[in-house]
């Protein structure tokens, strides 16, 4: 697993995770990869490295206090407060119902809920669009 840096064509930035370097190509060329804020389909890798999948003492690059960073903080509570709001939460049993979803054994419906990163692995693996819920720095502490 690897986690690009984005940025959209409205210079939105956000985090993706994606199974390798040419998977994220090959779903970038099909313009499945969109924005989380305004859904363009114009996006871009950061200018950053990719981070893979964590590590003990890994760098992280990091910034604070630039006025847009504040906004798109705002908006990214926001819509996670909505996400949260209006989805089912199916908890861990998230890979399955987005399985089950997405080959239409189901009533197609918006979920939430959380997976391991092999389960994640799959659901890239499979095509089966979804997205990390944003994650806010502050609720960790
Ligand atoms: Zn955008």
Not at 2 to 18: G, P, R, T, V
Not at 60 to 82: D, I, T, W, Y
Request: with cysteine.
């Amino acid at each position: 697993m690897i986690q690009y840096s984005l940025s959209c064509e409205n210079d939105h930035k956000f985090e993706a995770w994606f199974k390798s370097a040419s998977a994220y190509d090959e779903q970038a060329a099909r313009g499945v990869v969109t924005c989380p804020i305004c859904s363009s389909s114009h996006v871009s890798k950061a200018l950053m490295a990719p981070a893979i999948a964590r590590k003990d003492n890994q760098k992280v690059a990091l910034s604070a206090g630039h006025p847009e960073q504040v906004e798109l903080r705002k908006k990214m509570r926001a819509l996670r407060e909505k996400i949260v709001a209006e989805t089912d939460y199916v908890g861990d049993q998230f890979a399955t119902e987005a399985r089950k979803i997405h080959d239409q054994e189901v009533e197609a419906r918006a979920i939430y809920g959380e997976a391991t990163t092999d389960e994640v692995a799959g659901l890239i693996e499979d095509g089966i669009d979804f997205m990390p819920l944003p994650n806010l720095p502050e609720e960790h502490n």
